[in-house]
C-alpha cells in the first residue's frame, strides 16, 4: 500500500529564496513506517514539500545506484546518512566510502557510540582517537565524519558533558551533528551549546521536545528558538539544517511538511 502524501499547503513567497540559501533535507527516520511501506512514493512526496535533500537512517534493502536514482528523480541531494561505526572500520571502510560516492553524500554521520565508549575520561579518549583516525582517512575522498548527540551524551563526566569532553579530545575534522531536540531532551538549551564549539558544527537537527507534549512539533517544544537560531545563522561552519520528527499528532509525512514550514518562519525571523 503506497504511503499518502499530505496536501500541500500554499507555497509561501519566502521559500524559493530561503532554498537558495539553506540546505534543508529530511531525516527519513521521521517517516520510518512509509518508508518501509513505499519508499519511492516517500522520496517524491519529499521533493514536492520544498526540501531540498534528505538524510538516510536505513536504506530499505536499496542499493547506492537505486537510491541515487530516486532522489535525481525529484531533484534531491544527500545531506548525510546515519551509520554505525563498525561500518567505517576494517575491510567495511572502502565499501562505505563506494556506497556514499555514489549517493553524493559527502557527510558520514555516528549516530550513537554504546554508553561504555564515552562514560569515564579514558573510554572518551580512546573513542575520540578512533574517530580522528576515522575522520583522517574520509578526508581523501571528500568526506567528512560527524558524531550526533543524543540525550545520555550529556551525563556529567569530571565536570563536563561526555559530548563536550569528545570534542575537546578530538581534532576540528571530526565535526558536530547538533540534535536540538535530544539536547532538550537532556534541559540542555541549545544557543549555549553551539557556542562552545563554534566551526565545528556542519550539521544541525532541528527537532523540538516538551517536557508537557510528548507529540510537539517543530516551535511547540522547550527550546529557545529566539536564541538558538541567531546564532545558528551567524555560525561559521553550518551546511545542512535537517528536520527530524519523531512522534506524530498527524501522519508522518504531513508532520514533516509542518515543520517545513515552521523552519522557513524561524529562518526568515528577525
Excluded at 561526555?162 to 558536530?176: G, M, N, P, Q, Y
Excluded at 551549546?193 to 510537539?216: L, Q, Y
Aim: hydrophobic share 40%; with cysteine.
Amino acid at each position: 500500500m503506497a504511503a499518502a502524501a499530505p496536501r500541500h499547503s500554499e507555497p509561501n513567497k519566502a521559500v524559493g529564496a530561503l532554498k537558495s540559501r539553506y540546505l534543508v533535507g529530511l531525516q527519513l527516520y521521521t517517516v520510518r513506517d512509509d518508508c518501509a511501506k513505499d519508499f519511492p512514493g516517500v522520496i517524491k512526496a519529499v521533493g514536492k514539500m520544498g526540501f531540498t535533500g534528505v538524510e538516510f537512517a536505513g536504506y530499505y534493502g536499496r542499493s547506492a545506484q537505486e537510491l541515487r536514482a530516486m532522489l535525481d528523480e525529484s531533484h534531491l541531494k544527500c545531506y548525510g546518512t546515519h551509520i554505525g561505526m563498525d561500518t567505517m572500520l576494517g575491510d567495511n571502510f572502502e565499501k562505505t566510502v563506494e556506497f556514499n560516492k555514489i549517493l553524493g553524500n559527502k557527510l558520514l554521520v555516528i549516530p550513537w557510540i554504546d554508553e561504555n565508549k564515552r562514560n569515564t575520561p579514558a573510554a572518551i579518549k580512546e573513542t575520540a582517537k578512533t574517530l580522528n583516525e576515522i575522520a583522517k582517512k574520509l578526508e581523501p575522498h571528500g568526506m567528512i565524519l560527524a558524531y550526533h548527540c543524543h540525550k545520555g551524551d550529556f551525563i556529567t563526566v569530571n565536570g563536563f558533558t561526555s559530548w563536550e569532553l569528545l570534542f575537546k579530545s578530538t581534532d576540528d575534522r571530526v565535526k558536530i551533528q547538533f540534535d536540538s531536540g535530544n539536547a532538550m531532551s537532556a534541559g540542555v538549551q541549545g544557543a549555549p551549546m553551539v557556542a562552545k564549539f563554534p566551526g565545528r558544527i556542519i550539521s544541525v537537527h532541528f527537532k523540538d521536545f516538551s517536557s508537557t507534549n510528548p507529540n510537539a512539533l517543530l516551535g511547540e517544544g522547550d527550546e529557545d528558538w529566539k536564541s538558538l537560531v541567531p546564532m545558528l545563522k551567524k555560525t561559521a561552519g553550518v551546511r545542512w539544517y535537517i528536520i527530524e520528527q519523531e512522534s506524530y499528532p498527524f501522519p508522518p509525512l504531513e508532520c514533516a511538511e509542518k515543520c517545513l514550514r515552521t523552519f522557513e518562519k524561524l529562518m526568515n525571523s528577525k
